[in-house]
């Protein structure tokens, strides 16, 4: 087990230089090396907040930190315990997948297709957020579509795969905190 976290060090480390050998050449053009990144993400709103469906329940803190800080958190946990195998590895990349897509709420369905792609391999509660999310998805249309942007697709798409997701966690905890209710056998009427 030991050596197969110092490969995975390896590899990664091995990702990171081939990312920036391979950007190396463009450095002499300052930021304009990320193209049009900076002007899409203002666009879309990411930099002003108004983007990202859950920011109210972050109480006026800076949402994006908490994203990324909450992402972070994720994928480190989820890489520290390693999947069992691949079913379980595919389950962990849609559990990150949908957890990014409902807290960065892109207005565009066509993101949550990629979760599709990852059903087949997946098992378990996670199964529920992502069922929710990709079924409701092309509700997503009508928020993009209508000239006066209604928020209720929204609600549906994001809000119950939200509650799906914590539906899910709250789940994924119930081991942690003495395992699933039990029923009183033999209990007098």
């Known amino acids: 087990l030991r050596?197969?976290?110092r490969a995975d060090g390896r590899l990664l480390a091995a990702f990171g230089a081939t990312?920036?050998?391979?950007?190396?050449p463009f450095l002499g053009v300052g930021e304009?090396?990320?193209?049009?990144?900076?002007g899409y993400l203002d666009e879309e709103g990411f930099s002003s907040g108004e983007r990202f469906y859950l920011a109210p329940l972050a109480g006026g803190l800076p949402f994006a930190p908490l994203l990324v800080c909450a992402m972070a958190a994720l994928a480190l946990r989820l890489w520290l315990r390693?999947?069992?195998?691949?079913?379980?590895?595919?389950?962990?990349?849609l559990l990150l997948f949908l957890c990014l897509l409902v807290l960065a709420t892109p207005a565009y369905p066509w993101y949550a297709l990629l979760a599709l792609a990852f059903?087949?391999?997946a098992r378990g509660i996670v199964l529920l957020?992502?069922?929710i999310l990709?079924?409701?998805?092309?509700?997503?249309?009508?928020?993009l579509k209508s000239a006066s942007e209604p928020v209720w697709p929204l609600h549906v798409?994001?809000?119950?795969?939200?509650?799906a997701l914590a539906l899910a966690a709250l789940w994924a905890l119930r081991g942690l905190v003495g395992g699933p209710p039990r029923l009183a056998q033999n209990a007098a009427p």
């Open 32 to 38: 304009r090396v990320l193209g049009y990144l900076p």
């Open 129 to 131: 957020p992502a069922t």
């Open 3 to 5: 050596r197969e976290r």
């Open 19 to 24: 990312v920036g050998l391979a950007y190396l």
């Open 157 to 163: 798409a994001y809000g119950g795969s939200a509650a």
């Open 82 to 93: 390693p999947a069992a195998d691949g079913r379980a590895a595919g389950g962990r990349v």
């Open 134 to 143: 990709t079924a409701t998805a092309p509700l997503l249309y009508v928020h």
């Open 119 to 121: 059903l087949p391999l």
